[in-house]
């Protein structure tokens, strides 16, 4: 497959679903058919001594990240300039790394029986505590300076640990092929005008960044709590070092964009079926597990309760970050949301006006402009900020009723025990919702269910039997421990 192709495609069908199967059959094609490309993977995976085979699939999640879904098209940044400072930023890692070499350095290696992966707030540590009770010694690797009191857990904060490279353990040899490589791939780069080094840049990062941390620690187990942020090289260099099992969680649901080319021995979901779409989609997961909640758990079900900070509610909006590109897979989204979903609920507002109804976003929403002025004249009060320890759940227990266009929360909540509801305008927000399977009754699909269940809310119904919701959300309660069990007898 030539540059032109990739750089030129488009996908033909109106479908989520197909579009982004295209999607990452183009790219697979492209990784493995381009004889530049190939040629410089052969040189990296020589250079690295990592199997080609791992370098290739860590391309493929590189190279969708440079996709829009919104403008349809691959954003490759192939100016000269780009590809000198992309240059620079290899030039200085690898140099860095040569001069390591010469410094003195300990071979001695901790083991843990498990590593955590992602954490980035002191909200994380909290979540991972539970998860690390069930082991004997945790690592946790956060990219921001986070704190922790448990006297099983370490934390290591990876972006101070990065330019640490005095325990690497790779060879001077190596150390200086992986400088000459780069000048090849940043020669080639200008020569066909094409950015390889953007791919190559981050694959170097990966392998130094968890190179390094593998010289130094090991554990039985890996686990990440985002399935969408899974990494096939560190998977590759954490078995190297000793591992046994690497696992993810499914922190949302398996949007169809987030849910491509996703590698891990196991899949931790919150019910029955689901993830399943990701091996569809160029991933490789060999087990698929339903444990529940990991977020629920932590923040609801063995959580203090502050329900006192929040106020009484008869409908509770749960939001969602929007203006997201990974929202926007199909055509049809934005005319579901805008033009109907918000107009709905400004309508429920206007035929219940003694209602009081809140929009509750996530303390990370980053703002929408758009359905800020579509509600203004409205009865919703648009809520931020968390007052609670429980976060948006605490906000959602206390609602006579929970709606949402596309929270996780929907999910969570039906499976432990507060009945939710999905508002899907038409039925179309099939990019959302593939794999779930006993969820229709859960997607109010036009206006009139909507004024119906609103009209019907009950606080009573807070005690609905959650018991045949296990493809939705398995109940949450012990949802740490079965990771735990799972990750140690599961046998892959």
Not at 55 to 71: A, D, F, L, P
Not at 79 to 96: A, P, R, Y
Not at 216 to 238: E, G, R, V
Request: proline fraction near 2%.
């Amino acid at each position: 497959m030539d540059l032109k192709t990739i750089l030129n495609f488009r996908p033909k069908n109106k479908e989520a679903l197909e579009n982004i199967k295209d999607l990452t059959f183009v790219i697979q094609k492209f990784v493995k058919e381009n004889i530049l490309f190939q040629f410089l993977i052969e040189n990296m995976s020589q250079t690295l001594n990592i199997p080609k085979s791992i370098i290739e699939k860590r391309s493929n999640q590189i190279i969708i990240k440079s996709y829009n879904i919104e403008k349809q098209k691959f954003i490759f940044k192939n100016s000269f300039l780009n590809f000198s400072k992309d240059f620079l930023i290899i030039l200085s890692i690898t140099l860095f790394l040569i001069l390591s070499f010469f410094i003195k350095k300990k071979k001695v290696i901790k083991k843990f029986d498990l590593i955590c992966d992602g954490l980035s707030s002191n909200t994380d540590i909290n979540r991972h505590k539970l998860l690390s009770k069930n082991f004997h010694s945790t690592l946790l690797l956060s990219n921001k300076k986070v704190d922790i009191n448990n006297e099983n857990t370490r934390i290591l904060f990876t972006k101070s640990e990065f330019l640490n490279l005095a325990s690497i353990d790779l060879s001077f040899k190596r150390r200086l092929y992986l400088i000459l490589i780069s000048f090849k791939i940043f020669l080639k780069s200008i020569s066909y005008g094409f950015n390889f080094l953007s791919i190559f840049k981050v694959i170097i990062y990966d392998f130094i960044k968890y190179k390094k941390i593998y010289s130094q620690y090991s554990a039985k187990y890996y686990f990440n709590y985002k399935f969408y942020d899974t990494n096939p090289l560190q998977n590759y260099l954490f078995k190297e070092a000793g591992g046994i099992k690497t696992s993810c969680f499914q922190k949302s649901l398996c949007m169809l964009p987030l849910s491509c080319f996703v590698y891990s021995d196991i899949f931790f979901s919150l019910g029955e079926e689901q993830g399943k779409i990701c091996n569809d989609l160029g991933g490789e997961i060999k087990l698929f597990k339903p444990v529940g909640s990991f977020f629920i758990e932590s923040t609801w079900l063995k959580q203090k309760k502050d329900l006192e900070k929040i106020p009484d509610i008869d409908v509770l909006i749960i939001g969602m970050n929007v203006p997201w590109q990974y929202s926007t897979a199909a055509e049809d989204f934005k005319n579901s949301y805008y033009n109907k979903f918000i107009p709905w609920i400004k309508k429920i507002s206007e035929d219940f006006p003694d209602k009081k109804i809140f929009y509750k976003h996530h303390s990370n929403f980053i703002g929408d402009t758009k359905e800020k002025n579509l509600l203004s004249q409205t009865n919703v009060k648009i809520i931020v900020n968390d007052d609670s320890i429980n976060s948006t759940y605490a906000w959602a227990f206390k609602s006579k009723i929970n709606l949402s266009f596309g929270s996780t929360m929907i999910l969570e909540l039906n499976g432990n025990g507060k009945e939710a509801f999905f508002i899907d305008p038409d039925g179309l927000n099939h990019q959302w919702f593939h794999g779930i399977k006993n969820l229709e009754k859960y997607r109010i699909q036009n206006y009139e269910s909507l004024k119906e269940v609103v009209e019907n809310c009950n606080i009573e119904k807070n005690n609905f039997s959650s018991q045949n919701n296990s493809f939705l959300c398995l109940k949450s309660d012990n949802t740490s421990k079965v990771i735990a069990e799972i990750l140690k007898e599961a046998k892959i």
